[in-house]
């Protein structure tokens, strides 16, 4: 069982390093230029690190059920207590993701193409004003020339 604390240990560690890794992409930047056509209010929901109250919490309730017992009767509330753990870490991570003020601004890039990007609120943007769309995808960002 101690095997398996270690190869579990180990996946959890991996899996938050690989996505810090891919997350970031190193190189050019897309920029488009275009005018604000509409500014609406929005909320963006946290994506960040989802997962790790499950991960955190299966890791404690594994680490204490590991106390209880001995033999079969200690596997068992190890398996519980890592179950058990992840289903709390996951409820407890939930109540801590709340969205977050945003807006949508939709421009009209120089190819008369509409582009709806939504992101934290900049209060520096305005209605009919020349900006630059950086990036594209979910990590596209409209700022100000």
């Given at each position: 069982m101690k095997t398996f604390v270690r190869w579990l240990v180990a996946f959890a560690v991996l899996t938050e390093v690989s996505a810090q890794v891919f997350a970031q992409k190193p190189?050019?930047?897309?920029?488009?230029?275009?005018?604000?056509?509409?500014?609406?209010?929005?909320?963006?929901?946290?994506?960040?690190?989802?997962?790790?109250?499950?991960?955190?919490?299966?890791?404690?309730?594994?680490?204490?059920?590991?106390?209880?017992?001995?033999?079969?009767?200690?596997?068992?509330?190890?398996?519980?207590?890592?179950?058990?753990g992840a289903l709390l870490g996951n409820e407890a991570q939930k109540k801590h993701d709340q969205p977050q003020s945003a807006q949508?601004?939709?421009?009209?890039?120089?190819?008369?193409?509409?582009?709806?990007?939504?992101?934290?609120?900049?209060?520096r943007l305005k209605v009919g004003q020349r900006v630059y769309i950086e990036g594209s995808g979910e990590g596209a960002r409209v700022v100000p020339q």
């Open positions: 190189g050019e930047i897309e920029i488009r230029q275009g005018v604000v056509e509409q500014i609406s209010a929005a909320q963006i929901h946290s994506n960040h690190h989802k997962g790790v109250g499950a991960v955190v919490g299966g890791l404690g309730g594994l680490g204490i059920g590991s106390l209880i017992g001995g033999g079969t009767g200690r596997d068992v509330a190890m398996v519980v207590g890592a179950i058990g949508q601004v939709i421009v009209r890039v120089r190819s008369g193409v509409l582009v709806a990007i939504t992101q934290p609120v900049d209060p």
